[in-house]
């Protein structure tokens, strides 16, 4: 037994050598009744403890007289007297202000704190524990504003930093405490409110208007910095809708700078919303608007959004698309290209964003550039073109692709400027470039391809306005002229860079060079969209920013976002015969039949030639209604008695547009009618044969003087795929599981090469409508680059569709002579 006695004694003795003399227990009185009192201060009372060995502070409980509780437990008598003349000193006011003070928990906690933080106030350790109520003690309150911690934060400070919004209402409504006061950094309450998450916070510091609120500290921010560099989007809402101000200079710039430059989209638009000039101002160090802080393609379109200048010139002289091209920030590259960033604007130095991109040697930005319109031969301030930079900036493998890449698009040989060196280019490559010719004696006043266009261009503009253009040309024209699109979805953009190739040469938009326009799908938008005299830059931007607008999800895609897309572009209630000039003509397929049949949208009215019916009909079809009156009816299982016939003119123009467009398994019917593709991908020899029985119907009606030859079609295409080998196209009933692979493997193909043969634009389409051209002596045109990958007609991918133009431009290159000749026809038509 003695030796069980002794075991459980030393077993005691190591259980307080390592417990912590330092946690708070309850212990009851009478086992201190022999022990001498050393120290004794109110309710505190410091024993020495023989059996243990040991110093105790016991605090007393008036609540409970039997038990009381230990502070701390310490062998060293002299640390035992300073912690009890420390606790004596700070905790009267807590437990003769609170009962809480006399819980374990609380107890605990204020010891601790106590003991960790020796230089806080009596307020400071009311506030980090959280007892509210004993701020209204007089020891505790006449700390209410002290800053006597090492930070220089006062107990306000304390209570915003941990976010206790009662603790922080206490003081601010009870306590009285001051809100201007700040910390050794100069931050004031609300730097430290601004790095929290709740906005309440805010709210309950501006119920009194006070300077702090828009204080700069040490580091140059103002509370609304701080919170727009955290991205406290509800705080900076809470702080606008106080006093705070978005025009304070902080760190040499602005809150909405600092939004956008830690890409905190929500407080951006906060600011923005609360003062909308905010998206022009300029930051002291380089006079930068935010648009050219943005790093993200989602903020600057934000602040495109909020009207901010694409084009602005900061100090240094840089635009917004030079800081892109230097940070080679490639998404918001093309945000700026297709919002109409200009790709020739000259910054410091005279450089352009392609000079920089040649500098840096990034293929995907030089490709971008040129395809949005950079000139290639423009010199900077020392005399340097960007094909220049290429030759001296480009190194390893990019070099010979840059170089190739260039010679490619027309880019000649890059010559020193000295006379010494005239016949050597520099360092080219010979596969790269041809030696650079002699110049020319005996022709001097010869003109190029590139001059005739330079020049129709500046004619065109002296000669022509757009009031007298259209009537001048009817009377003077006479033949006829048709242009011809076909459908491809986003591979529209193809189309677009050929028209614009197009204008560039003739020095006209295309809207004067064509009498009759038809389109299928993507491209019945694009004819659409030029006879209502959209320029070519506007729809290229526009079909890249209307990309992630309407291919959103997964197919099939919304049709509320490309028919809102559609109205807002060409108006809720425009029509058809809106505009009357040129005559267009866009393909739908009429899908409530069987066999399907292919019907035009027309902006002047139907050819009356007295056609058959191409089959015959064994059930009555519903006319063509008001859009309206369609809608309801196929809402309804009853038909209206009185239905009264659309005519061609009084189709709604987007109506017209979404039908042609509706391709299946992209996007839903558009009431009876999809996409024109299904029938007429190309629409040329369909456009051929409406062109004919209007200009018979003139005839039968007598007005033959009205009728006029076609003088020129030209047909352009979305691209052609690379052709691909297809293995087997065998569909069979599968006798065991290697045959069923191949019957769905065949299956598929199958099905692949019947939807590619209904839509197919080229080939046997293309020289069906040639060899009609030809044998009734009509100029044909057909322009179609070949890819050499496959481009989805709902390609959102920036890079894809770059590269795709890009090979558009090599292909404008190419065939420079048949484009030359394609606008003499279309010029003396």
């Not at 912690?83 to 609380?106: G, M, N, T, W």
């Not at 030089?366 to 949005?372: E, G, N, R």
């Not at 809106?578 to 069987?594: E, F, G, I, N």
């Not at 399907?596 to 089959?615: K, M, S």
């Amino acid at each position: 037994m003695q030796f069980i006695g002794r075991l459980v004694g030393t077993l005691n003795s190591v259980t307080n050598l390592f417990s912590n003399p330092h946690r708070v227990r309850e212990v009851p009185l009478s086992e201190y009744r022999a022990c001498p009192r050393v120290l004794e201060d109110g309710r505190m009372v410091l024993y020495r403890n023989s059996s243990a060995k040991s110093w105790d502070c016991l605090l007393i409980s008036l609540e409970t007289p039997q038990n009381a509780f230990r502070l701390f437990q310490v062998t060293s008598e002299l640390e035992a007297k300073e912690a009890f003349l420390q606790y004596a000193d700070k905790l009267r006011p807590f437990y003769e202000s609170s009962r809480q003070a006399l819980r374990l928990d609380a107890l605990q906690q204020l010891t601790d704190c106590l003991r960790n933080y020796p230089d806080w106030s009596l307020a400071h350790i009311a506030v980090e524990t959280g007892m509210r109520d004993c701020l209204k003690h007089n020891c505790i309150i006449s700390y209410i504003n002290s800053r006597e911690n090492k930070e220089g934060c006062t107990p306000l400070h304390l209570a915003c930093k941990k976010g206790d919004v009662d603790c922080i209402r206490e003081l601010v409504d009870e306590c009285q405490v001051r809100l201007d006061l700040v910390d050794n950094n100069a931050e004031t309450v609300f730097h430290y409110a601004a790095k929290q998450d709740n906005f309440r916070v805010v709210e309950i510091l501006c119920r009194q208007p006070t300077c702090g609120v828009n204080q700069v500290n040490n580091t140059g921010e103002t509370p609304l910095h701080v919170a727009c560099r955290l991205g406290k989007s509800d705080v900076v809402q809470a702080f606008l809708r106080s006093s705070a101000k978005c025009d304070i200079i902080g760190g040499q710039r602005y809150p909405i700078h600092t939004a956008v430059k830690y890409c905190q989209n929500g407080c951006a638009e906060s600011i923005l919303d609360a003062d909308p000039s905010q998206v022009h101002s300029e930051d002291l160090l380089y006079g930068g608007t935010p648009l050219h802080w943005a790093n993200k393609a989602e903020m600057a379109r934000l602040l495109i959004g909020h009207g901010s200048k694409v084009n602005y010139l900061s100090k240094t002289g840089d635009s917004p698309l030079h800081i892109m091209v230097k940070f080679k920030r490639f998404d918001c590259i093309m945000v700026l290209l297709t919002n109409g960033g200009n790709p020739n604007l000259k910054g410091e130095n005279g450089n352009t964003p392609l000079h920089l991109a040649m500098k840096l040697d990034k293929l995907v930005m030089i490709k971008a550039l040129i395809v949005f319109g950079a000139e290639i031969d423009v010199p900077n301030d020392f005399g340097e073109t960007p094909r220049l930079l290429a030759v001296r900036a480009s190194k390893g493998d990019n070099r010979k692709v840059l170089l190739s890449m260039l010679h490619s698009v027309g880019a000649e040989c890059c010559y020193p400027s000295t006379p010494d060196s005239l016949q050597q280019p520099l360092e080219l490559p010979s596969s790269t470039c041809p030696p650079r010719p002699p110049p020319p004696h005996g022709n001097r006043g010869a003109i190029g391809f590139e001059d005739a266009v330079h020049i129709a261009t500046a004619l065109s503009a002296l000669a022509y306005s757009r009031d007298t253009v259209d009537l001048s040309r009817q009377q003077q024209r006479k033949s006829d002229s048709l242009l011809c699109l076909d459908g491809g979805g986003i591979k529209g953009l193809v189309l677009i860079q050929l028209l614009l190739a197009l204008e560039k040469a003739a020095g006209r938009p295309i809207r004067e060079l064509f009498d009759w326009v038809s389109g299928t799908s993507t491209g019945g938008i694009l004819a659409l969209a030029i006879v209502h005299g959209k320029s070519m830059e506007y729809l290229r931007c526009l079909y890249f920013r209307m990309k992630a607008e309407v291919f959103k999800g997964s197919r099939p895609y919304e049709s509320a976002p490309l028919e809102e897309f559609l109205k807002r572009e060409f108006g809720e209630h425009t029509k058809m015969a809106d505009v009357r000039k040129p005559k267009v003509m866009v393909t739908a397929t009429l899908s409530d039949r069987h066999p399907a049949e292919l019907h035009l949208f027309r902006n002047y009215d139907t050819p009356e030639i007295g056609r058959e019916p191409p089959y015959t009909r064994t059930a009555e079809f519903r006319p063509l209604l008001k859009p309206e009156e369609d809608d309801k009816t196929l809402k309804s299982e009853e038909r209206p008695r009185k239905r009264r016939k659309l005519s061609e003119g009084e189709q709604l123009v987007w109506r017209a547009a979404r039908s042609s467009g509706a391709a299946p398994s992209y996007f839903r019917p558009m009431n009876r009618f999809l996409d024109g593709g299904l029938l007429a991908n190309n629409p040329t020899l369909d456009a051929l044969t409406e062109i004919h029985a209007y200009n018979k119907s003139l005839k039968m009606k007598d007005r033959s003087h009205e009728v006029k030859k076609l003088g020129v079609v030209v047909s352009l295409g979305t691209g052609k795929p690379p052709q691909v080998q297809v293995s087997s196209v065998d569909v069979f009933r599968p006798s065991n599981p290697w045959e069923l692979a191949k019957t769905v493997f065949g299956a598929k193909e199958l099905g692949k090469m019947i939807v590619d043969c209904c839509t197919e634009s080229d080939g046997c389409t293309v020289d069906r409508a040639m060899a009609w051209c030809e044998m009734v002596d009509v100029p044909y045109f057909r322009l179609s680059p070949q890819f050499k990958t496959e481009v989805m007609l709902d390609e959102v991918d920036d890079i894809v569709l770059v590269n795709m133009l890009w090979e558009t431009q090599i292909y404008i290159f190419q065939q420079k002579d048949q484009i030359r000749q394609l606008v003499e026809c279309l010029l003396n038509a």
